[in-house]
């Protein structure tokens, strides 16, 4: 992890204008990422965390280059590819997959799942003939757990646990570098949930994997991640080793976010301060600190002035005034 | 506690319920010989994975199976003196909405687009109380501000697509307890929405719970909201209970293999701080291995059999009874209890 980063993301924006009437006058901006800096080396997960509509898959698509960038650079390899030609960036797609979270909708339905599975080979063409393509896809199949002669069946013959192993399979098959994670297993349950993370981690232990694991599951992010962001509209206001920002969060969203999560023990009866309200309206955000509105300790300063990501112990960062 | 003399009232009792669907591979059981009872006040917890019956048994109480394909197929659910299997759908209309009623899991689509919020609550209070107009909006207005929904006066002649997710949970809960109904089964309540907006929910059912005596039947499939908020839990698996016990004891003393593994594929907050290296890889979680077998295919046996590490030939013959086990009010349908519990 030490080495040079795979990924290196800078100030990286992206609003969406909002237009209106028959013109298409700009009325307003989304500012869905405003700002997010980091890095992931090579083996290493980042989680990104934090409510609906933060902007976290925002960033995932971007870095991707699915949505092109307002601002900012990625670098991929030392490569910038934030404002790269289509045909430039295509051999470089092969190093960058995407999973996306719900494996029932992201599933073409009339394709087979061999051919899902190997259709990004055929289009980077990948391997001589079909059947070299052929005998990839069976590979593809056993390191995922599925029978290869699953390959002849459709999606709905799949279950969803299944489906989403079809998905890894798909993003693994030009043996990428890295992989973005959208919600990988949100829509599981906990007993193919607990499949499906193993399987990510085998899969890094055995490839060296680098993700960026969006989720909005606390848990399950402190169960596979190396470094955690936490974003709030657009930013991130935390950021953090693991271990670090489980057991010393700093920002009040984080401490707030790790409160209302659900603790499996009936035992523990914690008394938790709730966050009230909802995010609020990424077109007008509140004044200086975003999360003012919310925040228990909310000062004069916080509604004025911007915070800003600075180290408050080694390694770690947070946006907070108070700190 | 439930074997005690001074009983508490019982307000829900379904006995032996079983609830059959029509598919083209044959016939499937989604709710099979399902029986529990629910007090006043009380918060029962119904966990399980998808497909394992616990929204059906929701639908069945409340008679909304989609016929055909779905049948009631047998059982009783009795609410005071009266079995809901046995009267009419107009004496049942009476029920729903007014001494049973229901919170879905997408808020979106479970209200009605094009009606105002008003329109949506105050229509239950008309039907079922009888209410005039104007005295129905100040219900609903208060309904509104009950749930801690700032400006109701506003909200009340809104429409639901200009509130958020957590906004409209809590319009629909609003909806649902507006004619004091004495069950309240909430599928799912907060599966959608976010953990913050999600702790605000629970707390609010709960909050209401108290001040109401509303009993509430929890359907989740989140162990972590189970443990706090229910007393009393049923696990479910292919549409039989398998597990039965007071909250504090099912996860203290877990005794089916299929509860057990789920309570140990959770990934828990704060289980790897401090534990090792930050490099070094995440221990691996607990898993079930295999899926929830379709409704046609379900083994006769003990239908977790076929993913279970301590099934043997007895499991795959015939299905465990649910038996009370040394802990009190805790039942399990299990033949190897004693070589689960270690």
Redesign the interface.
């Known amino acids: ?1 030490s080495d040079a980063p795979i990924l290196q993301v800078k100030d990286l924006k992206k609003h969406f204008l909002l237009r209106k009437g028959l013109f298409g006058g700009v009325s307003g901006r989304v500012h869905a990422v405003d700002g997010v800096s980091f890095d992931i080396g090579a083996a290493e997960t980042l989680g990104l965390v934090g ?2 509509g933060c902007g976290k898959s925002t960033v995932g698509r971007t870095v991707l280059r699915l949505l092109n960038p307002t601002a900012g650079t990625i670098h991929v390899h030392g490569t910038d590819i934030s404002t790269m030609g289509a045909r430039a960036l295509r051999p470089l797609r092969r190093q960058m997959q995407i999973i996306f979270q719900d494996p029932f909708s992201s599933l073409d339905p009339r394709m087979k799942a061999g051919d899902i599975v190997g259709e990004l080979l055929s289009v980077h063409n990948v391997g001589d003939t079909r059947s070299d393509r052929r005998a990839r896809v069976a590979e593809l199949f056993s390191h995922v757990g599925l029978r290869e002669d699953q390959m002849n069946s459709y999606p709905h013959e799949f ?4 489906r989403q192993r079809l998905g890894i399979a798909r993003a693994l098959s030009l043996n990428p570098e890295i992989i973005i994670c959208d919600e990988p297993v949100s829509a599981l ?7 499906v ?2 399987l990510l ?1 085998d899969l890094q ?1 055995e490839f060296g994997l680098s993700y960026l694991f969006i989720a ?5 992010v ?3 991640a ?2 955690v962001a936490v974003m709030y509209l657009g930013r991130i206001v935390e950021f953090a ?3 670090e920002l ?2 010393n969060a700093q920002h009040p969203y984080t401490e ?12 523990i009866k914690h008394t ?1 301060r ?3 309200g ?2 609020p309206n990424p077109i007008d955000r509140p004044s200086g600190c975003h999360f003012h509105t919310r925040c228990p300790y909310a000062e004069e300063r916080c509604r004025v002035e911007e915070p800003i990501l600075k180290e408050v112990a080694p390694g770690h960062l947070a946006a907070c005034h108070l700190k | 506690m439930e074997t005690n003399s001074q009983s508490p009232e019982v307000v829900l009792d379904v006995d032996n319920l079983t609830t059959e669907f029509q598919t083209p591979e044959g016939l499937g059981r989604a709710v099979d010989g399902l029986s529990f009872n629910i007090n006043k006040g009380e918060t029962l917890g119904i966990v399980g994975e998808s497909g394992c019956g616990k929204s059906i048994t929701a639908l069945s109480i409340l008679r909304l199976v989609p016929s055909p394909p779905g049948n009631i197929a047998g059982g009783s659910v009795r609410l005071g003196n009266r079995d809901l299997m046995q009267i009419s759908e107009r004496e049942m209309r009476d029920v729903r909405g007014n001494d049973i009623s229901m919170i879905f899991q997408e808020p979106m689509t479970s209200l009605n687009p094009v009606l105002t919020l008003g329109y949506q609550i105050t229509e239950t209070l008309r039907r079922h109380e009888g209410l005039a107009k104007h005295e129905a909006t100040a219900r609903a207005i208060e309904m509104l501000a009950l749930v801690q929904i700032p400006a109701p006066e506003r909200r009340v002649k809104e429409f639901p697509h200009q509130l958020s997710g957590g906004m409209r949970q809590r319009a629909m809960i609003a909806m649902a307890l507006s004619c004091n109904p004495r069950v309240l089964i909430a599928d799912e309540p907060t599966t959608a929405l976010d953990v913050t907006v999600q702790a605000q929910v629970l707390d609010l059912i709960k909050d209401l719970q108290e001040r109401l005596g509303t009993a509430v039947i929890l359907i989740t499939h989140d162990l972590g909201v189970v443990a706090e908020t229910a007393q009393r839990v049923i696990v479910m698996y292919a549409g039989r209970k398998v597990e039965e016990a007071p909250v504090e004891s099912l996860f203290a003393n877990p005794q089916h293999p299929y509860t057990r593994g789920l309570l140990a594929s959770v990934p828990r907050l704060g289980a790897t701080t401090g534990a090792h290296s930050s490099d070094s890889r995440p221990a691996r979680l607990a898993e079930i291995s295999g899926i929830v077998p379709p409704l046609t295919e379900i083994p006769s046996g003990c239908a977790f059999a076929p993913r279970c590490k301590q099934a043997t030939e007895k499991c795959t013959a015939a299905q465990p009874p649910l038996e009370e086990t040394e802990h009190p009010g805790h039942r399990v349908a299990c033949w190897h209890t004693d070589k689960v519990a270690v």
Do not use: C, Y
């Open positions: 992890m409510e609906s279950s969803g646990g299944q349950d906990v007993s193919i949930q607990a499949q993370i193993n981690a232990a909005h599951d606390l848990a399950v402190e169960h596979i190396h470094r080793e693991k271990h489980f057991s707030s976010l790790l409160d209302a999560v659900p603790v499996p023990d009936p035992t938790r709730r966050l009230q909802d995010v």
